[in-house]
């Protein structure tokens, strides 16, 4: 099984700046790409971004320009760096991964591990 832990959520200002750390645990090895999604209130639950094994990434349009996302297979920890927030980011975010040999019973929306959430909210 693989473990993930977010952290870093919290409250900020329009305009400001957090940043959100995942730490990964468990069956490391099965871990192939990593990513950041989102639960907005009131929307369906999105994708965020993507980091693939190589470092290539991916953004949702919405976020591209502002936020950015990183690993560092050292520390089994993924980042997702967030600038110049915005209320509309508000919600759970959550740190996702999908398992290079298969898909697992928590599969949801393209990826297999889902950490427990972490909640960010912009105020206006």
């Known amino acids: 099984q693989v473990l993930l832990a977010e952290s870093g959520g919290g409250l900020v200002q329009a305009g400001g700046s957090l940043r959100l750390s995942c730490a990964a645990s468990g069956s490391i090895s099965r871990i192939n790409t990593m990513g950041w999604h989102r639960q907005v209130p009131g929307k369906q639950r999105e994708l965020v971004a993507l980091i693939y094994p190589g470092g290539s990434t991916t953004y949702a349009d919405s976020v591209k320009a502002r936020f950015t996302i990183s690993r560092d297979n050292a520390k089994n920890t993924v980042y997702l760096q967030m600038n110049t927030l915005i209320p509309e980011d508000t919600g759970v975010y959550y740190c996702?991964?999908?398992?290079?040999?298969?898909?697992?019973?928590?599969?949801?929306?393209?990826?297999?591990?889902w950490g427990k959430g972490t909640l960010v909210t912009v105020s206006s």
């Open positions: 996702t991964a999908d398992d290079r040999y298969g898909y697992r019973p928590s599969r949801a929306y393209g990826m297999d591990y």
